[in-house]
Every structure is written in structure tokens, then in C-alpha cells.
């Protein structure tokens, strides 16, 4: 087989030339008549059928006799393909720059990407200098730095700690608000002639007292005084808020009353002295009096009675108590009040050397009486003869 462009021969079935490289246009087959006939049934395959395998031929054992030998084909080598251009132009190399010992390259922090694209500084060394001297001065100047960003760093932790200690110690210190701050801050306001400002103090001490403070009509008043003596028109209005809160809610006390009528006075608003004045009378009008009620007989239970009246007795003596018909008697010597779970008087009770206190009530149904209270002494436990 040979090559249509050089001529030369190549081997069979290959699809490039290995001489010159171009494309073998092989010949092509012709097409085999289909295996199957027209009642499509698979055709008997006859011996010279190209779709029959060919049958391997048999091994024969080489012969013994060198001479009658077929002769040995070598292998045929193929050339080397040219090698593969790269069509990107070639770059040339730049070799790192070596510094010998006289010279040495500046050793400091890391340069940024413009600085490395600069040339390399080198610092050459002057007439008797060595560069152990450099090296030393080198580490100087680094541990100078190293120092200086010390200080610097304990300068500023140190102010810090001062800012902070100066701000807990405000805190520490700074009187919590109270009605009283207020009051006293409106009095400074005042004293420097800032009337505004006085006003509006005033007005938050009397917000923080109703919502903070156990309220105080007294200190209500003494706020809206303070708002009268600012002397502003809004320090009156606000004033005239506070007494008509406090008459809203005491209207049984009449300074409120008698504070806004004097401010309404004072501000010549004759329909809010006039409805004040009408809310005065109506609040704290004066009732008429409530006969006293008719006594009506007594119906409950009479109280008992002892057999001997409380007092101090010389010997032992025995003690009963008489009720009226019905009734139950109930004692206790304890102090306490006497009730139906007490005790139940149920005959004569003998009392002997000691102080005894009898708190006695009769009980009849859900009716009981007064209570008899009496106390005995007994001073000698054998009977005078």
C-alpha cells in the first residue's frame, strides 16, 4: 500500500502517511448483499460469504533446519512527530538577583505588590563598617520600634482605664431622681432666671411623683406653688392642672379648692373661678345632721350570772353561774373570747389558791349575750375557820 501524496510505502490499513504526515483515503468496501431474502428468512451462507469468519490456520512448529527457515521480517519504525508549538511567545526568565556578602537586602515587614515589583533595594557598606555593624543596627532600630509600640500600647490602656473608672465613679455618685432632685433643680433654674426651664422641672417632679412616689396632696401643692411663683403663662396653666387633678381626686380636701380659686383670682378668668366655686360648695357642702335612732328593747340574751361577785377571797370557794332557760354557758380563763367552741359550763367550779379570770357567755340558738369578765383571788387553799 502506498501513500498518494509521497509515493512511498506504508503499511497496510494506516490512516495517516508516517513520511509526510497526510491522510490515506482508503478504498471503499462494497456493499454486501443483506443475509436475509425476500420472504425474509437468513440466507444459507456459502463458503465464499464475506460474513463468514475464516477459520484460524493451523500452528506449524518451526523448522529445525535454519536453511529452510522462512526469513525474519524486521518491525519498521516509524519517525518521531515533530514536536507541539506552544503559539504563546515565549517570556523571558528572570534569574533572582544574588546578593554576596559585601551587600544585604533591607529586612522589614513584608512589602505590598507594587513595592515587589520594584527593583530590590540594596544597601552597600561604607569603609571599615562590617555586616555584623549592620545587622546590629538592624536589630537596634527593630527593638526601638518594638519599645515605642509598647509605650504606645500602655499609654493608651492606661487612658482607658482612667475613661472608665471616671464613668463608674459618675455613676457611683450621681444621686439617683427623685421628686426632691427636681424640685431642686426647678429652684436652680429659677435662681439663674431661666424660667422655661424651671417650669418644665417642676412639671417632671409632678410627673415623677404620681408615677413613682407615694402620692402626697401636700407635695402636689408645693409643685404648683412653684409653677405660680415661675410666673410664666404656661407655668399658670400647668398649675391650674395640678388643682384640678387634686380636687378630681380628694374632693373632700378644700386646699386644691382654695389654691385655684386664688389663681384664677389672680388671672381674672372669671368662668374657671366661677365653676371652682361652684365645685367648692358642691364637694364640701355641709350634710345635715342624722337624728339619733330610737332605742328599741332589748330581745337578746340576758348575760349570766355568778354565784359570788368577783374579788379576792381567803379560802377555797365554789363558783356557779345561772342563765336564763334554754341557754348554754361558755367560759375561759385564758383571756380570750368565749364562744361556742369554749368550754361548757356544767356545775359548780371550786377554785382553790391562785388569780383566775372569767371571760362568760350565754348562747341560745344563734343568739348570744354580753359577755361577763370578772377575776378571783384566792389567797390560802384552806377555808378560814
Same mark, same amino acid.
Given at each position: 500500500m502506498r501513500?498518494?501524496s509521497?509515493?512511498?510505502?506504508?503499511?497496510?490499513?494506516?490512516?495517516?502517511?508516517?513520511?509526510c504526515?497526510?491522510?490515506v483515503?482508503?478504498?471503499?468496501?462494497?456493499?454486501?448483499p443483506?443475509?436475509?431474502d425476500?420472504?425474509?428468512? /437468513?440466507?444459507p451462507?456459502a463458503?465464499s460469504?464475506?460474513?463468514?469468519? @475464516?477459520? =484460524? !490456520?493451523p500452528? *506449524?512448529?518451526a $523448522?529445525r533446519?535454519?536453511?529452510?527457515?522462512?526469513?525474519?521480517q524486521? /518491525?519498521v519504525?516509524l519517525?518521531d512527530?515533530?514536536p507541539?508549538?506552544? @503559539?504563546r =511567545? !515565549?517570556?523571558? *526568565?528572570?534569574? $533572582?538577583e544574588r546578593?554576596t556578602?559585601?551587600?544585604r537586602r533591607?529586612?522589614?515587614p513584608r512589602?505590598?505588590?507594587?513595592?515587589?515589583a520594584k527593583? @530590590?533595594?540594596k544597601?552597600?557598606l561604607?569603609?571599615?563598617e562590617?555586616?555584623?555593624?549592620g545587622?546590629r543596627?538592624?536589630e537596634?532600630e527593630?527593638e526601638?520600634?518594638?519599645?515605642?509600640r509598647?509605650r504606645?500600647?500602655?499609654?493608651?490602656?492606661i487612658?482607658?482605664?482612667?475613661?472608665?473608672?471616671?464613668?463608674a465613679?459618675?455613676?457611683?455618685r450621681?444621686?439617683?431622681?427623685?421628686t426632691e432632685?427636681?424640685l431642686?433643680?426647678?429652684a436652680?433654674?429659677?435662681?439663674?432666671?431661666?424660667?422655661s426651664s424651671a417650669?418644665d422641672?417642676?412639671v417632671d417632679?409632678?410627673r415623677y411623683h404620681?408615677g413613682?412616689?407615694?402620692?402626697?396632696?401636700e407635695?402636689?401643692l408645693?409643685i404648683?406653688?412653684?409653677?405660680?411663683?415661675?410666673?410664666?403663662?404656661?407655668?399658670?396653666?400647668n398649675a391650674g392642672?395640678?388643682?384640678?387633678?387634686l380636687?378630681s381626686r380628694?374632693p373632700?380636701?378644700?386646699?386644691?379648692?382654695?389654691?385655684?380659686?386664688a389663681?384664677y383670682?389672680?388671672?381674672s378668668?372669671?368662668?374657671s373661678?366661677?365653676?371652682?366655686?361652684r365645685l367648692?360648695d358642691?364637694n364640701?357642702?355641709?350634710?345635715?345632721?342624722?337624728?339619733?335612732?330610737?332605742?328599741?328593747?332589748?330581745?337578746?340574751v340576758r348575760?349570766p350570772v355568778p354565784?359570788?361577785?368577783?374579788?379576792t377571797?381567803a379560802?377555797?370557794?365554789?363558783l356557779?353561774?345561772?342563765?336564763e332557760?334554754?341557754a348554754q354557758?361558755?367560759?375561759?380563763?385564758?383571756?380570750?373570747?368565749p364562744t361556742a367552741?369554749s368550754p361548757?359550763?356544767t356545775g359548780?367550779?371550786?377554785?382553790?389558791s391562785?388569780?383566775?379570770h372569767f371571760?362568760?357567755?350565754a348562747i341560745s340558738g344563734?343568739?348570744?349575750?354580753e359577755e361577763?369578765v370578772g377575776?378571783y383571788?384566792i389567797?390560802?387553799s384552806?377555808?378560814?375557820?
Open positions: 501513500c498518494e509521497c509515493g512511498k510505502e506504508i503499511v497496510e490499513g494506516a490512516k495517516f502517511c508516517a513520511f504526515g497526510d491522510t483515503n482508503l478504498p471503499k468496501k462494497a456493499r454486501q443483506a443475509p436475509y425476500v420472504t425474509g428468512k /437468513p440466507k451462507r463458503d460469504s464475506p460474513y463468514k469468519r @475464516p477459520e =484460524p !490456520e500452528e *506449524r512448529a $523448522p533446519d535454519a536453511e529452510n527457515a522462512p526469513p525474519r524486521m /518491525p519504525r519517525p512527530p515533530p507541539r508549538r506552544d @503559539p =511567545p !515565549e517570556r523571558p *526568565r528572570r534569574e $533572582p546578593l556578602g559585601e551587600e533591607f529586612d522589614g512589602p505590598s505588590a507594587s513595592e515587589r527593583p @530590590p533595594i544597601t552597600f561604607f569603609e571599615g562590617t555586616d555584623e555593624d545587622l543596627e538592624e537596634e527593630r526601638e520600634d518594638r519599645s515605642a509598647k504606645t500600647f500602655a499609654v493608651v490602656l487612658v482607658a482605664l482612667l475613661c472608665v473608672a471616671g464613668v465613679y459618675l455613676m457611683i450621681r444621686e439617683p431622681p427623685s432632685l427636681y431642686r433643680k426647678a436652680d433654674f429659677a435662681a439663674r432666671g431661666e424660667a417650669a422641672a417642676y417632679a409632678f404620681e413613682n412616689d407615694a402620692f402626697s396632696v407635695t402636689a408645693r404648683a406653688q412653684g409653677l405660680e411663683t415661675v410666673g410664666t403663662a404656661d407655668a399658670y396653666v392642672k395640678i388643682y384640678n387633678y380636687t380628694f373632700d380636701r378644700a386646699e386644691p379648692y382654695d389654691r385655684a380659686i389663681l383670682s389672680r388671672l378668668d372669671a368662668e373661678l366661677d365653676g371652682m366655686t367648692r358642691k364640701l357642702a355641709t350634710p345635715e345632721p342624722t337624728p339619733a335612732p330610737t332605742p328599741t328593747p332589748f330581745v337578746g348575760a354565784s359570788k361577785n368577783a374579788g377571797y379560802g377555797p370557794i365554789e356557779t353561774f345561772a342563765a332557760e334554754g354557758i361558755h367560759y375561759t380563763l385564758n383571756g380570750a373570747t367552741y361548757k359550763y359548780v367550779i371550786v377554785l382553790e391562785g388569780e383566775y371571760r362568760v357567755v344563734n343568739r348570744a349575750s361577763w377575776s383571788t389567797t390560802s384552806e377555808p378560814v375557820g
